[in-house]
């Protein structure tokens, strides 16, 4: 089992939708949770930044994050076709600054106009 | 949020030779930095820990002599893959935190890198 599970997709959705992506993970240990965007192999762009379970809301993004289930989300309201990107799901137990970060697979989000 | 910068974008090399790929955090100290290497359709793996004024640190399976890794300044680390070959072509990617633990940890463009 890899750490952290990630459907690749594609999920494709039309434009105004609500996008829900997600991530599993088995690493009891992490304690911080982030969701990067990557378009077309650049470098990936932070998008949410959560330590521990809970919510965080930033404009249209809210990270959900359940420890008890070891289960991320990422939620985008009023989807546009600009969100169509790879999105990473990325986790690390001290929060990126004194160790690197695991990564997901990345799930191929594109929405229809 | 912080600017990291990395360059070249993209490389080709002939097999055998060494190629280096630098990486700068422009508006902050990092005396820390991240290696990544991404394969196409596979997740960003971990490769070494960058630390000013000492050795890298390896993850496993990742050869040392192979991938030297130079954190000499505390905005620059260098990542020269030595004797490429082939196999080597992947996207390389660095992060730079912008403290320490609890920090969150900002990307360079990456560089993809083909061996021919």
């Known amino acids: 089992q890899k750490e952290v599970e990630q459907d690749p997709g594609p999920l494709s959705v039309p434009e105004g939708a609500i996008v829900s992506l997600n991530c599993t993970y088995s690493n009891s240990a992490f304690q911080y949770f982030m969701w990067y965007r990557q378009y077309s192999r650049k470098g990936p762009e932070l998008l949410m930044y959560?330590?521990?379970?809970g919510n965080k809301e930033d404009g249209r993004f809210t990270a959900q994050v359940d420890k008890s289930s070891k289960y991320i989300s990422l939620f985008i309201r009023d989807s546009q076709p600009s969100d169509s990107a790879t999105y990473l799901c990325?986790?690390?137990?001290?929060?990126?600054?004194?160790?690197?970060?695991?990564f997901g697979k990345g799930t191929h989000l594109i929405i229809q106009p | 949020g912080a600017v990291v910068s990395q360059h070249p974008s993209r490389v080709i090399c002939k097999s055998g030779t060494s190629v280096k790929i630098e990486c700068r955090s422009l508006?902050?100290?990092?005396?820390?930095m991240f290696w990544y290497r991404q394969f196409p359709k596979q997740s960003l793996m971990l490769m070494a820990t960058s630390n000013e004024g000492s050795k890298a640190t390896y993850e496993q399976g990742v050869e040392k002599d192979k991938f030297l890794i130079n954190h000499a300044s505390l905005t620059l680390s260098t990542l020269t893959v030595t004797s490429a070959h082939p196999e080597d072509s992947s996207f390389y990617i660095c992060s730079a935190p912008t403290g320490g633990a609890g920090t969150e940890a900002f990307f360079g463009q990456g560089t993809r890198l083909t061996v021919v």
């Open positions: 508006d902050f100290q990092a005396t820390t």
């Open positions: 990325a986790m690390s137990v001290s929060g990126g600054g004194a160790d690197g970060l695991t």
């Open positions: 959560t330590y521990s379970s």
